[in-house]
């Protein structure tokens, strides 16, 4: 049974850090892509980052230079470092990751709530 299950999240002042993890578990294939989505209350779940299996990144430009996605491949596992968040960082995480040849399953989600 295919598995995504994130942590990490949590309340934080402006400015402050969070990391999340998110681990990928119940296949035999590889996973290729891994990302993170986020979603606020009223609003449409957006793409927040984005990681292949050989490394390549992509990031919303709302966090460009204050996120970054990293994976470690052999534990199925992908984190999102986030720095300097602001309020509007607020949201439902949520991590996506697409296995070769079987698609794509969603964990959860994890609350971020930045405030001061």
């Known amino acids: 049974q295919v598995q995504v299950v994130e942590s990490g999240g949590g309340l934080v002042q402006p400015g402050g850090s969070l990391r999340l993890s998110c681990t990928a578990s119940?296949?035999?294939?590889?996973?290729?892509?891994m990302a993170w989505y986020r979603q606020a209350p009223g609003k449409q779940r957006e793409r927040v980052a984005r990681?292949?299996?050989?490394?390549?990144?992509n990031y919303a430009d709302s966090v460009k230079g204050r996120f970054t996605i990293s994976r470690d491949n052999a534990k199925n596992t992908v984190y999102l470092q986030m720095n300097s968040l602001k309020p509007e960082d607020t949201a439902g995480y949520y991590c996506y990751a697409e296995w070769v040849g079987q698609g794509g399953y969603w964990g959860q989600g994890t609350q971020v709530t930045v405030s001061s």
């Open positions: 119940g296949s035999m294939f590889s996973i290729y892509v």
């Open positions: 990681i292949t299996r050989g490394g390549n990144r």
